[in-house]
């Protein structure tokens, strides 16, 4: 339902070349991929891979120098129907719950956020105090944390707050960009769980950005390799181990990687 078809992207850089001016950096060159409804497609790349860059073109933030985007079939650039259309079905959940969440916001306004964009696309009035309710519900949060502000909740607490809002506009696809890199091991376990469960319940499909390959064992389908903008390996999960790829290789080999119990008694 989301592909990618030979993207490239480049950015200003600068320094400046006494002949040509500013030349361009090129952070990412060919880069293809395509997620099937209802799965979860990880991408895995070390810091400054250009992983936030592939995520910005997903979410219709970046248009890119040339290839194309699509959701369902449409192109997500060049056509107001085409951002509407990932408007409506696209959301996204960022690794910096304390700038993504207004410090000013109660967690009522942050999930309302959410809602708002539902009732614009819905043409109608939620039922706010109940909606804000039963997502809190549904992200394993106590229906009186609706009055509490960002600081009163824990790093956790926060994340799920901030799930609760990216599945307030009740999207078919959510990006997460290292949207649990910065929480302690145990919470990142709980934060998966949740997700997990979440995308089950709701038929999601998911884009898992990280630098992490334990959590793309633990969530992921399928696992796409992002080194210096490059594309160097996209398989199955099941099959990560076969992978002839240098890079995944090393990666693979620098970490342990424990099934899903294993992991569940570890924490
Ligand atoms: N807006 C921008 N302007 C210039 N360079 C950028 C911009 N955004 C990202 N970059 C560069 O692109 C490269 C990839 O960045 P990014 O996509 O954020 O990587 P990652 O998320 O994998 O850490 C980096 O070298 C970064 O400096
Ligand atoms: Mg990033």
Do not use: W
Request: proline share 3%.
């Amino acid at each position: 339902m989301l592909e990618l078809k030979d993207i490239c992207v480049s950015f200003r850089s600068e320094r400046q070349d006494r002949v040509f001016g500013h030349t361009r950096q090129q952070v990412l060159f060919d880069v293809s991929l395509s997620v099937k409804k209802g799965t979860c497609l990880g991408i895995l790349g070390e810091s400054g891979s250009g992983k936030s860059t592939m995520g910005r073109v997903l979410c219709g933030l970046l248009r890119p120098d040339s290839g194309e985007a699509l959701l369902d079939g449409i192109p997500v650039y060049g056509s107001r129907a085409g951002r509407r259309n990932l408007q409506n079905k696209l959301s996204v959940v960022f690794q910096d719950y304390t700038t993504s969440a207004n410090p000013r916001f109660r967690v009522k306004d942050v999930i309302g956020e959410g809602l708002t964009v539902r009732e614009r696309r819905e043409k109608r009035r939620l039922d706010r105090p109940r909606e804000i309710a039963r997502l809190l519900e549904l992200v394993g949060l106590p229906a009186d944390f609706a009055g509490r502000f960002p600081h009163e909740l824990s790093g956790g607490q926060l994340q799920r707050v901030c799930i609760a809002r990216a599945v307030a506009c009740s999207p078919e696809v959510i990006l997460f960009d290292e949207a649990i890199s910065s929480l302690d091991a145990h919470t990142q376990v709980q934060i998966m769980d949740l997700l997990r469960e979440l995308k089950e319940k709701l038929g999601l499909t998911y884009v898992f950005i990280t630098h992490d390959l334990t959590s793309i064992t633990y969530l992921c389908d399928d696992v796409l390799f992002l080194y210096q903008g490059h594309v160097t390996e996209y398989l199955p999960v099941s099959r990560i181990s076969e992978t002839k790829d240098e890079y995944a290789r090393r990666l693979l080999e620098s970490i342990v990687v424990f099934d899903t119990e294993e992991r569940k008694d570890a924490v």
